[in-house]
């Protein structure tokens, strides 16, 4: 199975602002995925992102406000842009495992953001 | 569209058996997951289901059946450990013809001695 590691674990931050972030794979994955889950709830897909090409975003979410980054297959960034209370969430990176089986994924430790 | 129904919360008794139930819909099915999940933790997959029947993985097992759209997870031999969210996922094609993983609302399991 794959490790996983999320910088930074939380943070707070101010409306009108930007937060990135990281996701680092102990090994070369395809397909990374970004998730949201507000506390208590399920996880939603934002986007799913492949090296080299642009992200696919899900329903509801777009590029301006969630852009993302895949320079290489073992890292990706997802950056909440122009933040507002309702991004406040848990946010969680995830791959699949090796083979492309998406029904077995791995998750990083998510991103706990607290917007004021 | 994929959706998923499974119980808001469970509560066992240590030392029983607890099953959590899972229907679903879906477009060109591939598989139902499961994941366990604890407070603050990050989501760890259990298990995995492609055909009917039966999987079992020491104390957790679960079961499909494809004809049904229906799945469930059975934890033996519960412990205080177990208590945590357990999330079914399908596995299916959305309106693009793409494959996806959309997870259900989540099974609050309590534990109790």
């Known amino acids: 199975s794959a490790v996983i590691s999320q910088k930074p674990s939380r943070d707070i931050c101010q409306r009108g602002t930007s937060l990135t972030i990281q996701c680092q794979v102990d090994?070369?994955?395809?397909?990374m995925f970004w998730y949201r889950q507000q506390p208590g709830q399920s996880l939603t897909l934002i986007a799913t992102a492949n090296q080299g090409s642009e992200a696919t975003y899900e329903s509801g979410f777009v590029i301006d406000k969630f852009p993302i980054s895949r320079p290489n297959l073992t890292f990706s960034t997802l950056t909440v842009s122009n933040m507002s209370p309702e991004d406040s969430s848990i946010y969680l990176c995830?791959?699949?495992?090796?083979?492309?089986?998406?029904?077995?994924?791995?998750f990083g430790p998510g991103t706990r953001l607290l917007v004021l | 569209g994929q959706s998923l129904e499974q119980p808001s919360e469970v509560t066992a008794v240590e030392g029983a058996i607890v099953q959590i139930n899972c229907t679903y819909q879906?477009?060109?099915?591939?598989?139902l997951s499961w994941y366990q999940q604890h407070d603050g933790g990050a989501p760890t997959f259990l298990s995995y289901?492609?055909?009917?029947g039966l999987e079992e993985t020491g104390r957790f097992s679960s079961f499909l059946s494809r004809s049904d759209s229906y799945g469930y997870l059975l934890l033996q031999e519960l412990q205080m450990k177990d208590s945590a969210s357990y999330f079914c996922?399908?596995?299916?094609?959305?309106?693009?013809?793409?494959?996806?993983?959309?997870f259900g609302t989540g099974t609050k399991l309590q534990v109790i001695p």
């Open positions: 090994s070369q994955v395809t397909m």
């Open positions: 289901n492609a055909l009917d």
């Open positions: 996922a399908v596995s299916g094609v959305d309106s693009g013809g793409y494959q996806k993983v959309t």
């Open positions: 879906t477009s060109g099915f591939y598989g």
């Open positions: 995830s791959v699949e495992e090796a083979g492309g089986i998406k029904e077995t994924q791995y």
